[in-house]
């Protein structure tokens, strides 16, 4: 598939100021050209086209987002320089597997000054004498070759990396789902042990006016109780001192009968 319609493809009804990748991996360049990519991609941050049977750079379009560049497998020789005018913020670019022979062929991509990461591996310049030791000379603001820093430690993976970050954002989600910080659950008990006194408190304020309304109630009976005592003991004393009288008097009728018998 040629590289125009494979960009047509790629777009997915998107429009071109949208996409931020695009892969064209194995298609196919007219003339050793690039074609169908233009301007309009103004957001794109990773492009690769590996195996494109390109051989020159002449047509790539400005690229100023972009940061990552795949270029392996083609047929490249030179013409570098174009890479620092229309792509000055690349990071990373891969050359490996092209036609690129020599130091001043590289010396291009000083002007690239934010470039960290650069593969030539299998190209004819690995071959050179102290093919490491001169690139890192002549390019002092990457870090990484063919994978490795001067010391020979091995660049991290871009996957990796983006594993790093997302296990960040997956512990920022777990301390928000693990909720407020320890103290914060302390000042809560607090509260909620507050609450409770409190609740307590006024259940036994509630029980102890039911007390007392008891206790009065109970005293008001008792008074009753008492009065009714009183007035039933008045009585029988009533009675009592009726009886009297009346024995009383009949006495003295006993008497003046006796009386009144003797005369």
Known sequence: MEMKKRINLELRNR??????????????????????????????EFLSMANVELSSLAQLPSLTKLRKLELSDNIISGGLEVLAEKCPNLTYLNLSGNKIKDLSTVEALQNLKNLKSLDLFNCEITNLEDYRESIFELLQQITYLDGFDQEDNEAPDSEEE??????????????????????????????????????????????????????????????????DDYVEEGEEEEEDEEEGLRGEKRKRDAEDDGDEEDD
Request: net charge negative.
């Open 15 to 44: 429009a071109p100021e949208e996409v931020t990748e695009l892969v064209l991996d194995n298609c196919l360049c007219v003339n050793g050209e690039i074609e169908g990519l233009n301007d309009t991609f103004k957001k794109l």
């Open 162 to 227: 983006d594993d790093e970050d997302g296990d960040e954002d997956d512990e920022e989600e777990e301390e928000d789902e693990a909720g407020p910080p320890e103290g914060y659950e302390e000042e809560e008990e607090e509260e909620e042990e507050e609450e409770d006194e409190d609740e307590a408190g006024s259940e036994l304020g509630e029980g102890e006016e039911e007390v007392g309304l008891s206790y009065l109630m109970k005293e008001e009976i008792q008074d009753e109780d008492d009065d």
